[in-house]
């Protein structure tokens, strides 16, 4: 596992919010353990938590959508997936502390919603969700957006919160942009940002996917499994509205380097009129 995770906070000034309010940004759990993540959740306090995908692991066999629709590229997706195997072994033979388990998802979850209100999206590694994981959601409050969005009411803000999941929906996508109000986009995929979302009426969109470039030279992420090479979006702040967390686990048998694990908080200002 890579060393203890660490606290990024960001301040955000945007037109639309009314009173100030924290946010914090968690993603890319990957059921492993993260006592440490939830630690300094709980010391932050916020007063709303947004989850950004990849909670679980539920891949399936990686060729097919939750539509049941085959994806294209299959035969790559089973390259990856035969060395996402050879790194699951290499992780169980010199690495057993870092294996996934779903109890740990299940603890993270439960113990954050007692801290604030919880909205978690859908990453690349939930395809296929099990009943059990929209009871534990549904048990403790969680809201589950997957191509969907909801009202939220956070210190006197009226917020539309959307999550635009790995299959991504378009036609809800536009829909969701044209709602009345501060809109917040939960979107595990920050290269969605310049492809489906850069053009709209959006007011912060937050994401992860990319573990921060997994090693990090000069202040720049090093691999992303789909951005490839030295990412744009690897983490930190873009157009003063995308925010990009590094991740909270460890997936790969290669260690993180200069690249700590990290629980994002946004403190969100009201913007003065100039």
Do not use: Q
């Given at each position: 596992?890579?060393?203890?995770?660490?606290?990024?906070?960001?301040?955000?000034?945007?037109?639309?919010?009314?009173?100030?309010?924290?946010?914090?940004?968690?993603?890319?759990?990957?059921?492993?353990?993260?006592?440490?993540?939830?630690?300094?959740?709980?010391?932050?306090?916020?007063?709303?938590?947004?989850?950004?995908?990849?909670?679980?692991?539920?891949?399936?066999?990686?060729?097919?959508?939750?539509?049941?629709?085959?994806?294209?590229?299959?035969?790559?997706?089973?390259?990856?997936?035969?060395?996402?195997?050879?790194?699951?072994?290499?992780?169980?033979?010199?690495s057993k502390k870092n294996l996934p388990k779903t109890e740990n998802a299940y603890s993270f979850l439960t113990e954050a919603a007692k801290l604030a209100p919880v909205y978690?999206?859908?990453?690349?590694?939930?395809?296929?969700?099990?009943?059990?994981?929209?009871?534990?959601?549904?048990?403790?409050?969680?809201?589950?957006?997957?191509?969907?969005?909801?009202c939220?009411?956070?210190?006197?803000?009226?917020?539309?919160?959307?999550?635009?999941?790995?299959?991504?929906?378009?036609?809800?996508?536009e829909r969701f942009s044209q709602s009345v109000g501060f809109k917040l986009l939960l979107c595990h995929h920050p290269e969605y940002y310049d492809s489906m979302v850069s053009e709209l009426d959006i007011d912060l969109v937050l994401a992860g996917h990319n573990h921060g470039g997994q090693i990090r030279l000069f202040g720049h992420g090093v691999l992303s499994s789909r951005s490839g090479l030295f990412p744009r979006y690897d983490s930190g702040v873009f157009d003063d509205r995308l925010v990009v967390s590094a991740g909270c686990s460890n997936t790969v048998a290669l260690p993180r380097l200069f690249n700590p694990r990290e629980l994002v908080v946004i403190h969100l200002n009201p913007k003065e009129a100039t």
């Open positions: 596992m890579s060393k203890k995770a660490v606290l990024t906070e960001y301040t955000l000034s945007l037109p639309k919010i009314k009173k100030p309010f924290d946010l914090a940004l968690v993603s890319d759990l990957h059921e492993r353990r993260s006592d440490d993540i939830l630690m300094l959740l709980k010391k932050a306090n916020p007063d709303l938590i947004a989850i950004a995908g990849d909670t679980f692991e539920r891949v399936g066999d990686g060729s097919t959508d939750r539509s049941g629709r085959v994806k294209r590229g299959s035969a790559l997706r089973f390259a990856i997936k035969a060395a996402a195997y050879f790194n699951y072994f290499m992780i169980h033979t010199f978690l999206s859908l990453g690349n590694h939930e395809y296929e969700l099990e009943d059990e994981d929209i009871r534990t959601l549904e048990n403790n409050g969680i809201v589950l957006l997957d191509n969907a969005d909801c939220a009411n956070v210190k006197g803000d009226l917020l539309r919160i959307g999550g635009l999941s790995s299959d991504p929906d378009g036609e809800w996508l």
